[in-house]
């Protein structure tokens, strides 16, 4: 087995791989603004990369890379707002500083995914195709009102009756979603 | 807070649209609660799971791809700079040569004048290379493709541009719209990607633009432009 330390970047690659999933939802969860998650994520993969010899073999690679991240994300809250990546200030505060934990979820995200696509299988077709409008157009609500010739307002509720309905879907699939 | 209201926020802040004001108020009630910011929080990784299953520029690969490209941009010539410095300075102190270097020119009233020369052909050049502007020739720039709304935040309109870093300090290159880049925008909006342009660079109001005569997004098949050519 090669020390962590000794890396090179293939093999380094395959633990950006393994990691990028649980540190990416992780980065959302502390408060990142959803446009920067991937490039706060890939940045605390370049500090990791770089600091490698600052970690403890036979340690939690994963709870490492977190506590990269959540440094990442502190510093985040010294920038101006307009240059922030994060939340609106307020939110992001209380997401960062209350109970945000990097003992976090990567062994009950294997049972998250299945649950996720299976909810979201399980929704009516118009929902469905609400939620990849929203999540892989990338359209915000107004973006699809005007697609579909409906309001921005019926889009954001329907939006959240999805939301909330794929939530409780999961939670009777798995119990409590774990953060 | 009431649970119609939060979830009222809850949907804003999901979609991008929570004003400030709300965002005061959700504050205030997932500080009050927990219940409610553990609620938030597994709302936020969900949609994050969601996003990156859906969206193909969020998948593992693309994601890894751009890690290694920014790796390249701005892990590797810092390395590959200092240790190419560190050769040349071994065996010989910084000070000693430069002490050195001085002892030798200042010795002579020509090799001293000469020296001025050459340092004000050197800071020129160095001015005009540091400053691009029309009259240059054509230039290849090579950097992260990057929206100005959707990434930089710079602007309300998604205008795509080169991001390009020295050190720690970042250029911007706004491109022009012209053939080359139509069609490219959601490549900017979901980057950082590495690009490559080459074409013409100018400053106007105290922006860097770019008229771009080609440009490669190489993690990205097929989106080599060029002009179109005429028969």
């Known amino acids: 087995m090669v020390a962590h330390q000794h890396l090179s970047i293939p093999q380094f690659e395959g633990l950006v791989r393994e990691h990028q999933v649980s540190l990416r939802v992780f980065v959302r969860a502390l408060g990142v603004d959803e446009a920067w998650v ?5 940045e605390a993969f370049l500090v990791a990369y770089r600091r490698l010899d600052s970690y403890e073999n036979g340690t939690d690679f994963g709870k490492w890379l977190r506590t990269i991240a959540r440094n990442l994300v502190a510093n985040e809250r010294r920038k101006s707002a307009r240059r922030s990546r994060l939340l609106p200030s307020a939110v992001a505060d209380v997401l960062l500083t209350q109970d945000s934990d990097t003992d976090f979820v990567s062994s009950t995200l294997d049972e998250l995914v299945p649950a996720l696509r299976e909810c979201v299988k399980q929704l009516p077709a118009r929902s469905q195709d609400l939620l990849q409008r929203r999540y892989t157009a990338g359209g915000n609500a107004a973006a699809i009102a005007r697609e579909l010739r409906l309001t921005a307002d019926s889009v954001r509720q329907s939006l959240l009756r999805i ?16 953060v | 807070m009431n649970p119609t209201r939060y979830e009222e926020l809850l949907g804003r802040l999901l979609d991008g649209e929570l004003s400030e004001a709300e965002a005061e108020e959700l504050a205030r009630g997932i500080g009050e609660t927990s219940a409610l910011r553990e609620d938030l929080r597994q709302h936020l990784l969900l949609w994050e799971l969601l996003s990156q299953e859906q969206a193909p520029e969020r998948s593992a690969d693309a994601f890894v791809n751009a890690w290694k490209t920014r790796h390249e941009i701005e892990g590797e010539p810092a390395e590959a700079f200092s240790q190419a410095v560190g050769k040349q300075l071994r065996g010989q102190s910084l000070t000693q040569g430069v002490v050195h270097a001085f002892r030798v020119v200042l010795g002579h009233p020509l090799r001293l004048s000469a020296a001025a020369s ?90 860097l633009l770019f008229d771009a005569a080609s440009l490669t997004l190489p993690d990205v098949d097929n989106t080599q432009k060029s002009p179109p050519k005429t028969p």
């Open chain 1, 38 to 42: 991937d490039d706060l994520a890939q």
């Open chain 1, 163 to 178: 939301r909330l309905a794929v939530k409780k879907c999961i939670e009777s699939k798995t119990g409590t979603v774990r």
């Open chain 2, 118 to 207: 050459l340092l004000l052909v050197a800071l020129f050049t160095a001015f005009w290379l540091s400053t691009p502007r029309s009259a240059q020739g054509i230039t290849t720039i090579s950097g992260e493709a990057v929206c100005t709304a959707c990434l930089l935040h710079e602007s309300k309109k998604h205008e795509p541009a080169i991001r390009v870093r020295e050190g720690a300090e970042a250029r911007i290159y706004h491109l022009d719209r012209t053939p080359v880049v139509s069609g490219l925008q959601m490549y900017f909006c979901t980057g950082p990607r590495l690009a490559i342009a080459k074409g013409k660079a100018r400053t106007a109001q105290g922006q």
